[in-house]
């Protein structure tokens, strides 16, 4: 029951984000479709550079399709739906939490529903229409595999942004060092460097929650195995687990607007 | 007079930028060290195979493309020459002549910071400093010879800005076109065909592949440095002439706040 009604407010919330997005349909297009060339010049690049002209690597180019796709998707999903996540770091400076935090609901629901990135829906659009087609391709199995994926690799990825969003809360100034995590993660997940690697630095990536966004469901879309499946759902309960503790743990050490202020004057 | 003094003091104060609060530059600029790690570790895997480069060139190549390219377009300074404009139309100076001469300065201290890096982490790949000396000369010239052109490329975007507000969303794939097809991840002489012969003739091969080949080997490749300089004249000429358009069709149409 209490799902549903969260289901809906993020629902409502977002209606009333994508009619703001919409107000102006130059700019909700010039946005998508600015993204949507981001994102394809950066994957015909790398595929330019790595792939192209290269038969002996067919495998390791359909697994790096697959992974940026999924990475686009899920990443998109994020930034539009629950937007709010990714800029908790900065809400937590400026004490941007105080609304949320007279709320009866969840203060990171509550956060997370606060803002929606147009040019985002250029991942969503780009991601969600080549993972279709992947999976109309694939067939039903496949299919299926593709969307617990998808569920897993979303998950991970708000685990991400919400983690990188709790270090002000121990350390002052994140602001120049989260974006250069963000890249790192972002990195790992969408550059084939990764794919195929022996399991002992796969393990290492699980434990710092970068593998769990793409590179280990990738693995698991290309050689589908329950080994693989019980890796990935191991790592997305342990950074869910971390992120939760890591966020009521920092919850405690917030500093209200009024706080923050005195802080700054003194 | 003091309008030349004025453009030069402008540039060497967004030239001190990066050099003011170094700690958190420094923080910031960790993923240059991590870019050029990465992509030449992933060049490695992948493509070494029947190439000139080995991972040490392959390294310095990574390490000037990603100095060039992390400070090419940077959405925050192609912004903030539009948000005084109205104010600055008011001036006796050049607004054109102001977005040059500052984003030569923000450009050109971020990119001797990132070499200021590149000449720390180079050991710590086995690539010795003192043979090393004439690429990071040639690195710091290319960095002076490319600041105009980089400058032009910023000053056309904020233009635009004054034109058409929806541009600020192509900022990122027009400098992604520069980093796919300019060869920033990698060599373009080692692309396959036939992405390689198209590529080499595009301009970002000039900004980006040709200045990378002349910091480590010298010269350009496949072609003269005379050839390579008249194209980037020619690349700054057409840049100039677009961001003059823009700039005079953005100052007639121009609505200041309530417009």
């Given at each position: 029951m209490r799902f549903w009604r969260s289901l809906r407010l993020i629902l409502t919330a977002n209606r009333f984000h994508f009619m703001a997005h919409w107000s102006t349909p130059a700019h909700f297009w010039a946005g998508v479709i600015g993204m949507f060339v981001n994102n394809f010049l950066a994957l015909f690049g790398v595929w330019a550079m790595l792939f192209a002209g290269k038969p002996e690597l067919a495998v390791q180019c359909d697994a790096y399709l697959v992974l940026n796709l999924l990475t686009m998707l899920t990443f998109g999903l994020l930034h539009v739906f629950l937007g709010g996540l990714t800029e908790l770091d900065k809400q937590v400076v400026d004490g941007g939490l105080d609304s949320v935090l007279v709320s009866s609901r969840n203060p990171l629901l509550m956060m997370s529903i606060t803002q929606s990135h147009l040019p985002s829906w250029g991942d969503v659009l780009m991601g969600g229409v080549g993972l279709v087609i992947l999976g109309v391709r694939g067939g039903f199995v496949f299919s299926f595999e593709l969307l617990l994926m998808v569920i897993c690799s979303f998950i991970g990825f708000a685990c991400v942004f919400t983690l990188l969003g709790c270090v002000p809360f121990w350390f002052s100034r994140p602001e120049r060092l989260n974006p250069v995590l963000i890249n790192v993660v972002l990195a790992f997940n969408t550059y084939p460097a990764l794919l195929d690697y022996p399991n002992r630095f796969r393990w290492f990536l699980v434990l710092g929650p970068v593998a769990v966004v793409g590179l280990i469901p990738t693995e698991f879309l290309s050689h589908p195995s329950l080994s693989v499946l019980a890796l990935e759902v191991l790592g997305v309960v342990m950074v869910v687990s971390l992120t939760l503790v890591l966020f009521s743990l920092g919850l405690k050490r917030y500093q209200s607007t009024p706080m923050i202020s005195l802080r700054r004057g003194a | 007079m003091s309008s030349a003094r004025y453009y030069f003091k402008l540039a060497w104060f967004r030239f001190r930028e990066p050099f003011t609060d170094w700690k958190s530059t420094l923080v910031g600029h960790i993923l240059f060290v991590f870019f050029v790690w990465f992509l030449s570790w992933m060049w490695l895997r992948f493509s070494a195979k029947n190439t000139q480069f080995t991972f040490q060139t392959i390294l310095l190549y990574v390490g000037v493309t990603e100095l060039l390219f992390l400070t090419f377009l940077r959405a925050r300074s192609i912004q903030d020459g539009t948000e005084d404009f109205a104010l600055f139309l008011a001036r006796p100076r050049s607004w054109i002549l102001?977005?040059?001469?500052?984003?030569?300065?923000?450009?050109?201290?971020?990119?001797?910071?990132?070499?200021?890096?590149?000449?720390?982490?180079?050991?710590?790949?086995?690539?010795?400093?003192?043979?090393?000396?004439?690429?990071?000369?040639?690195?710091?010239?290319?960095?002076?010879?490319?600041?105009?052109?980089?400058?032009?490329?910023?000053?056309?975007?904020?233009?635009?800005?004054?034109?058409?507000?929806?541009?600020?969303?192509?900022?990122?794939?027009?400098?992604?076109?520069?980093?796919?097809?300019?060869?920033?991840?990698?060599?373009?002489?080692?692309?396959?065909?036939?992405?390689?012969?198209i590529f080499l003739n595009l301009p970002g091969s000039d900004l980006f592949f040709q200045a990378a080949h002349i910091a480590i080997f010298g010269h350009p490749f496949e072609q003269s440095f005379a050839e390579w300089f008249l194209r980037i004249l020619v690349i700054c000429l057409g840049l100039y002439l677009c961001a003059l358009f823009f700039y005079l069709r953005g100052r007639r149409r121009f609505e200041a706040w309530g417009g």
């Open positions: - | 102001r977005e040059l001469f500052s984003h030569v300065g923000i450009a050109g201290g971020a990119r001797l910071f990132y070499l200021l890096i590149l000449v720390v982490i180079t050991p710590f790949f086995g690539i010795p400093i003192l043979p090393s000396l004439g690429f990071f000369a040639r690195t710091l010239g290319l960095i002076i010879l490319l600041a105009p052109a980089q400058a032009l490329i910023s000053t056309l975007f904020s233009a635009l800005l004054l034109n058409f507000s929806q541009t600020r969303y192509f900022i990122l794939p027009i400098s992604k076109i520069f980093l796919s097809l300019g060869g920033v991840f990698g060599p373009v002489s080692d692309f396959g065909e036939p992405y390689r012969s």
